[in-house]
């Protein structure tokens, strides 16, 4: 089973200022196909989980800029450049290599 | 825009069976994979299992002895069923459009809240 780590569990941020999370696997993601199946979803309170970036570092639609995504291999980072407060809630990671599996979670508050 | 609702008993004693159905509108259960995903009160995400729109399941190893999933493409529907429950199987249970081509988990259900007590 591959196992996903994100670090911090917990992120305190400033308006305006930027936010990074870092996801990493047991296994490599990166697939015989070429791809690399990372994803990054953000869930806020009370809600279902939505997806933000797909294959490490592609942005979902709707998701603004502000979010990017980068990594490789086993080793992952999602990024927010300016955080607002409505980006608060808990980020996860997801592999999809070898069916799925999800991070512990980050919660972000202002 | 797809739209996934969850339908199903919110409180299952221990030792039967929960059982949960997702009926996906505005869209096609065709071409897609499509799963279940758990979330206990206060913790992470868990993912049960998906299937694909031909009926070929994929389920999480922890859970395997105790899940079905099935579809039914004629009503827009997929299922879950999971034996055996306890106490550990009360949790949020979320349905999902899975794999597209380039994306997973683009759409979700609104989740319901399954009860496993006696």
């Known amino acids: 089973d591959i196992v996903m780590t994100q670090t911090p569990l917990s992120l305190s941020v400033t308006p305006g200022q930027p936010a990074s999370i870092s996801c990493k696997s047991s296994?490599?993601?990166?697939?015989?196909?070429?791809?690399?199946?990372l994803y990054w979803y953000l869930q806020k309170t009370g809600q279902s989980p939505q997806l933000l970036i797909y294959e490490v570092s592609s942005r979902f639609s709707g998701v603004p800029d502000r979010f990017s995504g980068s990594g490789s291999g086993t080793d992952f980072t999602l990024k927010i450049s300016r955080v607002e407060a409505g980006d608060v809630g808990v980020y996860y990671c997801?592999?999809?290599?070898?069916?799925?599996?999800f991070g512990q979670g980050t919660k972000v508050e202002i | 825009q797809v739209q996934l609702q969850e339908s199903g008993p919110g409180l299952v004693k221990p030792s039967e069976t929960l059982s949960l159905t997702c009926a996906v509108s505005?869209?096609?259960?065709?071409?897609?994979?499509w799963s279940w995903i758990r979330q206990p009160p206060g913790k992470e995400l868990e993912w049960i299992g998906y299937i694909s729109y031909t009926g070929n399941p994929t389920y999480n190893p922890s859970l395997k002895s105790r899940v079905t999933i099935s579809v039914d493409t004629s009503t827009n529907r997929f299922s879950l069923k999971l034996t055996s429950v306890t106490a550990a199987d009360t949790a949020v249970y979320f349905c999902?459009?899975?794999?597209?081509?380039?994306?997973?988990?683009?759409?979700w259900g609104q989740g319901t809240l399954v009860t496993v007590s006696s």
């Open positions: 296994q490599s993601l990166l697939h015989s196909d070429g791809k690399t199946y």
């Open positions: 505005t869209g096609s259960i065709s071409p897609y994979y």
């Open positions: 999902a459009r899975d794999w597209t081509g380039t994306t997973v988990f683009d759409y």
């Open positions: 997801m592999q999809g290599i070898n069916g799925r599996t």
